[in-house]
């Protein structure tokens, strides 16, 4: 199979799914029928008003919990390739990840040293 043919099927898989939802939305628009009610557009939390506006602005100390987390997330993204890959190139691949795992304990670290662990 050419490589012309597997983008014109690469292509016709992409448009059959993008008709499928568009009919699957025209569907429910035909069939369905919205009604306007009050509360519709309101934001609501848990079935109950917010007294807060939509526009909230978080407290810096949350964003500590967002760059730890995101630098464990990275390194699990990072380690199930590296682990397929660890016996095809061995010592050099485990100096690597000993790089990489080095930078991200220094991030741990920081994070411990600013509180972002501590409960409160």
């Known amino acids: 199979m050419t490589q012309l043919a ?3 099927i690469l292509l016709g898989l992409t448009l059959g799914a993008f008709a499928f939802v568009a009919s699957l939305y ?3 628009r035909a069939i369905g ?3 306007d009610e009050p ?3 309101v934001p609501a939390s848990s079935g109950t008003l917010s007294r807060d506006p939509v526009w909230v602005r978080y407290h810096a100390k949350y964003f500590g919990y967002a760059l730890l987390f995101l630098a464990f997330d990275m390194e699990m993204a990072f380690m199930y390739p590296w682990a397929v890959v660890y016996r095809e190139e061995g010592l050099v691949a485990l100096l690597d990840m000993g790089v990489f795992l080095a930078i991200l304990f220094l991030g741990l670290l920081y994070g411990w040293s600013q509180g972002a662990l501590r409960r409160q």
């Open 6 to 8: 597997q983008y014109a």
């Open 26 to 28: 025209a569907l429910a």
């Open 33 to 35: 029928r919205s009604l």
């Open 39 to 41: 509360g519709k557009d």
